[in-house]
Nanobody, 119 residues
Framework: QVQLVESGGGLVQAGGSLRLSCAAS????????LAWFRQAPGKAREIVAAFTWGGGVIYSADSVKGRFTISGDNAQNTVFLQMNALKPEDTAVYYC????????????WGQGTQVTVSS
């Protein structure tokens, strides 16, 4: 099973940018579909964006369209989430997740990284 480790979270003012990274070990990510999820305090976890190596970006939540971009670097075995024009409502723990091939569920998860956007 692939192991995932997120980094790049932090505190940023509204309107600022952050770039999250999700580094994989144990398996090559080229066999996996990838996604970023987030969970804000008191709210359910929600998917932010999803990516496959063959199809590129396959999903982007309406709340982040035009502001967030998911991408991958096969050579680095890493997936990124570039977040621009951040809003206080983007404050959450962000998780990357992987699903093998065409599996319906994301079975591998990172530990999460906190993103806090101040107004």
């Amino acid at each position: 099973q692939v192991q995932l480790v997120e980094s790049g979270g932090g505190l940023v003012q509204a309107g600022g940018s952050l770039r999250l990274s999700c580094a994989a070990s144990g398996r090559t990510l080229s066999n996996y579909g990838l996604a970023w999820f987030r969970q804000a305090p008191g709210k359910a976890r929600e998917i932010v964006a999803a990516f496959t190596w063959g199809g590129g970006v396959i999903y982007s939540a309406d709340s982040v369209k035009g502001r967030f971009t998911i991408s991958g670097d096969n050579a680095q075995n890493t997936v990124f989430l570039q977040m621009n024009a951040l809003k206080p409502e983007d404050t959450a723990v962000y998780y990357c997740a992987a699903r093998l091939g065409d599996a319906s569920d994301y079975s591998s998860w990172g530990q999460g990284t906190q993103v806090t956007v101040s107004s």
